[in-house]
Nanobody
């Protein structure tokens, strides 16, 4: 059974930091590109960033560059999103996604709420 379970969300003040984690099971984790998305109320889901299957390269949306860092551990089967200098506009539900384009596989977690507010 495929599972992606996010954790680490919560309430944080502007300028603060938060680290999200996504634990994967039920599929060959190291064969998948891992992505973080977010969806704010009333807005479409947007890509925050992604990391290659072996964790060599990560790319970020402009809104995340310089503040967010994605890392993965293929032994522990986890992917993390370190978020620094958080802003109120970062408030959203954050989702973990696993994708293998060649195999046509695409998996999603249930999401974790991040609220940035004073």
């Amino acid at each position: 059974q495929v599972q992606l379970v996010e954790s680490g969300g919560g309430l944080v003040q502007p300028g603060g930091s938060l680290r999200l984690s996504c634990a994967a099971s039920g599929f060959s984790f190291s064969d998948y590109v891992m992505k973080w998305y977010r969806q704010a109320p009333g807005k479409e889901r947007e890509l925050v960033g992604h990391i290659s299957s072996i964790g060599v390269r990560a790319n970020y949306a402009d809104s995340a560059k310089g503040r967010f860092t994605i890392s993965r551990d293929n032994v522990k089967r986890t992917v993390d999103l370190q978020m620094n200098s958080l802003k109120p506009e970062d408030t959203a539900v954050y989702y973990c996604n696993a994708q293998n384009f060649a195999w046509g596989r695409d998996y999603w977690g249930q999401g974790t709420q991040v609220t940035v507010s004073s």
